[in-house]
């Protein structure tokens, strides 16, 4: 089966720019997460989506970073506007419902520079 | 305040050995575990998981083992392989599967 695509693999901005990443999960997946990574840490959870509706978006930094998950399928989060400190790999991940709860799927990431 | 530590950052082992990696945590309300491998440039990709009711787990060549009352769970890898290189992350939930929390990660390098 195809994996979980993300792009665009790299990006690099200056800060107070604005910067969106695409998620397309493996089909039929419907749990979606996506995660940042800061050098030298573990992956750290933004945002869960469940089909379409949120299930848990606590650490999502609001006030400049937002998620969608159009039509229970492809998903877009996006930093506006951008901090040094966002420089991460964000990890997109999906999962069947029925599948063991944490054989997450992972995307290769989408590395972001900011200047 | 992390809560899923893992206190070794890298780790070198012979091939054909046992590769033990370890992790710690806080919270003694997480209630599954995992462990998942990742090779540079690819996303992690998840190797094995434990429930609080298990002291211990295997698949193939990977062991984990959990000890509840030390808050602390550890991976046997056996026989150790080149191709295991890579960086280990644990991971605990506190509600079996929601809200996954990762340690570090530690660097594994299997020498021939």
């Known amino acids: 089966e195809a994996g979980v695509a993300q792009s665009p693999r790299y990006k690099i901005i200056e800060k107070r720019q604005s910067v969106a990443f695409w998620c397309n999960p493996i089909?039929?997946?419907?749990?979606l997460y996506w995660y940042q990574q800061i050098l030298g840490q573990g992956p750290k959870l933004l945002i869960q989506?469940?089909?379409?509706?949120?299930?848990?978006d606590s650490q999502l930094p609001k006030d400049r970073f937002s998620a969608e998950r159009l039509k229970g399928v492809d998903s877009t989060l996006k930093i506006q506007p951008a901090k040094l400190e966002d420089s991460a790999v964000y990890l997109c991940?999906?999962?069947?419902?029925?599948?063991?709860?944490?054989?997450?799927?992972f995307g290769e990431g989408s590395r972001l520079t900011v200047l | 305040d992390q809560q899923v530590k893992q206190n070794s950052p890298s780790l070198s082992v012979q091939e054909g050995r046992i590769s033990i990696l370890n992790c710690d945590y806080t919270n003694s309300m997480f209630d599954y575990f995992l462990w998942y491998k990742k090779y540079p440039a690819e996303g992690p990709t998840f190797l094995i998981s434990i429930s609080s009711i298990k002291d211990k787990n295997e698949d193939g060549r990977f062991t984990v083992f959990l000890n509840k009352s030390a808050k602390h769970l550890s991976l046997h890898i056996v026989p150790s392989q080149p191709g295991d290189s890579a960086v280990y992350f644990c991971a605990a939930s506190l509600d079996y599967g929601q809200n996954f929390v990762f340690g570090p990660g530690t660097r594994l390098s299997v020498l021939p």
């Open positions: 089909s039929g997946h419907a749990t």
């Open positions: 989506f469940q089909n379409n509706g949120v299930v848990d």
């Open positions: 991940a999906s999962t069947f419902l029925d599948r063991d709860p944490g054989e997450l799927f």
